[in-house]
């Protein structure tokens, strides 16, 4: 087995750190969604909201292919006033929606983001108008979804923003999240920032205040390539754009470099909401795109959510959503139906993990029975605060602990939303 030496990602030196890990950890064990699109966001279809888009034999299919985590877009300008007191129509059978959708996620032991999407105009010059009936709205939904299970459920405050500076839309954000804690002090907040939610508009993009935060990025890129020849896409671009392609392939490269980047620098939990490629793309050429996204995905450690499963993006071969008619690259790349992955419930026994010497000074091995790509692991001194985490890209990892002062830790392991924990001892 080949051993890889580890770079602390990052340290923590005191317990204020210790809210961010609750976050870190939620994110990661966010691990592998997909979006319910093309349904309460689809504000242009005449029935809308539609009751019968997604039934619960759709969420339990997603469970069974191993799905975690879906991310819910929903259109609430639709039923929010836009002049004061904003009254959010919650008698609107969208909400009756909404709680059947939380019943059985409820049931099958998946996460869920309910995310602000469509129709909102949140620019320079307009956002403080937005912000009054945007911050209304929150507080309803935060109130009446303040009961759910902080560690499963998530607010996501605004999608893709667009048309604005990080600098506004920090101004704009922070105050809706104050409204948020009023109801839901312990439930993670989903925020982005400009250019729409492109991992470019992490450059310089400085975190905001609240310590309990998620942040998020979405991967189209290339774009003329995942979106040619779409309908909704104005002006329509050509088709018969490949991937690889070199004249676009650098964007791809660009968007996760900035977005990877910023959540190592900062050590702030990054997951990515939204990925995708339309199906009017070659069929070679798209599994070419998602191997190469998944294959970042998995090497970065991010959990992710697809968009979407059976739409213009889709990853099924018929609207029959079953094992037997999902596009082979697709379940591969995404690790759906893998039986060696969704059926582990207990990392002890199939993966066998070990650490040592222990106690240790400088080095502490970690070795696991199989890989485990993207697993995220993280250390705890005696009194619970995260003092450095990092990843575990192979079976056989040598974790450096040259920072780490003699005493009693905790290492945790976590994988595809499974944990394990083993205590050590750094003793020179």
Not at 402 to 411: H, I, M, P, R, S
């Amino acid at each position: 087995m080949k051993k890889i030496i580890l770079p602390i990602l990052f340290m923590l030196v005191a317990c204020s750190g210790w809210s961010q890990s609750v976050a870190q950890t939620r994110c990661d064990n966010l691990h592998k969604g997909v979006n319910l699109s093309n349904w309460l966001e689809a504000y242009w279809v005449t029935n809308w909201p539609d009751t019968t888009t997604y039934t619960y034999p759709f969420f339990a299919e997603m469970k069974k292919a191993g799905v975690t985590s879906l991310r819910m877009p929903v259109c609430f300008a639709l039923v929010t006033d836009y002049a004061a007191p904003y009254t959010v129509d919650t008698t609107n059978r969208l909400f009756r929606i909404i709680d059947s959708v939380i019943a059985w996620t409820t049931q099958l032991n998946m996460n869920v983001i309910i995310d602000n999407q469509h129709v909102w105009n949140v620019t320079d010059t307009t956002w403080r108008q937005q912000q009054l009936p945007i911050a209304h709205l929150w507080s309803v939904l935060a109130n009446r979804y303040k009961y759910l299970d902080p560690n499963r459920y998530f607010f996501e405050i605004l999608n893709e923003p667009a048309g604005i500076s990080n600098d506004s839309l920090a101004l704009f954000f922070n105050p809706i999240i104050d409204t948020i804690r009023q109801y839901a002090p312990n439930h993670s907040i989903v925020v982005s920032p400009n250019s729409w939610s492109n991992g470019i508009g992490y450059q310089g993009y400085q975190p905001l205040p609240d310590t309990n935060l998620l942040y998020t990025f979405h991967s189209y890129d290339p774009y003329p390539f995942t979106h040619q020849g779409l309908t909704f896409v104005v002006p329509p671009l050509r088709t018969g754009v490949p991937f690889p392609n070199t004249e676009y392939d650098a964007l791809l490269v660009a968007n996760w470099e900035f977005a990877i980047m910023w959540r190592d620098t900062y050590h702030l939990p990054l997951f990515l909401g939204e990925f995708g490629v339309g199906d009017s793309a070659d069929a070679n050429s798209r599994c070419n795109w998602i191997d190469t996204v998944a294959n970042r995905i998995k090497s970065t450690g991010t959990s992710a959510f697809y968009w979407d499963v059976s739409g213009d993006f889709k990853i099924y071969h018929s609207g029959v959503v079953t094992q037997d008619s999902i596009i082979t690259c697709f379940e591969s790349a995404l690790g759906l139906y893998d039986d060696t992955v969704t059926a582990v419930q207990n990392l002890d026994a199939d993966f066998g993990v070990k650490v040592f010497p222990n106690p240790a000074q400088r080095i502490l091995t970690v070795q696991t029975n199989i890989n485990l790509p993207g697993a995220r692991y993280s250390i705890l001194n005696e009194v619970g605060c995260l003092v450095q985490t990092g990843y575990l890209p192979g079976a056989l990892t040598d974790v450096k602990l040259n920072n780490l002062a003699n005493g009693l830790y905790f290492l945790q392991i976590e994988s595809n939303g499974n944990r394990i924990n083993r205590k050590f001892v750094v003793s020179r």
